[in-house]
């Protein structure tokens, strides 16, 4: 499985930006697709995923203003933020696993960085 993130860039506080994951390989491997960030100087964490049926489950502090959305027939999932503040700053990356419980993640794409400035 192959995954690229796009979509990022350089936003001001309170605005939005859409990213976007195209997946290509085994769907299989693709019944969760997942969004985690990475900020400067701090541990990679999960944002979100979401399931072939479209179960969501989101980090606390991204609920309500993220939503993630995918598009089976494409292998793309996406990601919509909105309000962003200047802490959402991270490279953010995509990333896909198969069914089952507990759930993991065994690809991943390479990240886009996005910037909100205060």
């Known amino acids: 499985v192959q995954l690229q993130a796009s979509g990022g860039g350089l936003v001001q506080a309170g605005g939005s930006l859409r990213l976007s994951c195209a997946a290509s390989g085994r769907t299989s491997s693709m019944y969760w697709m997942g969004w985690f960030r990475q900020a400067p100087g701090k541990e990679r964490e999960f944002v979100g995923r979401?399931?072939?049926?479209?179960?969501?489950v989101y980090a606390d502090s991204v609920k309500g203003p993220f939503t993630i959305s995918r598009d089976n027939a494409n292998n793309s999932v996406y990601l919509q933020m909105n309000s962003l503040k200047p802490e959402d700053t991270a490279v953010y990356y995509c990333?896909?696993?198969?069914?089952?419980?507990?759930?993991?993640?065994?690809?991943w794409g390479q990240g886009t960085q996005v910037t909100v400035s205060s």
């Open positions: 979401i399931g072939w049926s479209d179960m969501t």
């Open positions: 990333a896909a696993g198969p069914s089952g419980f507990p759930v993991r993640f065994d690809y």
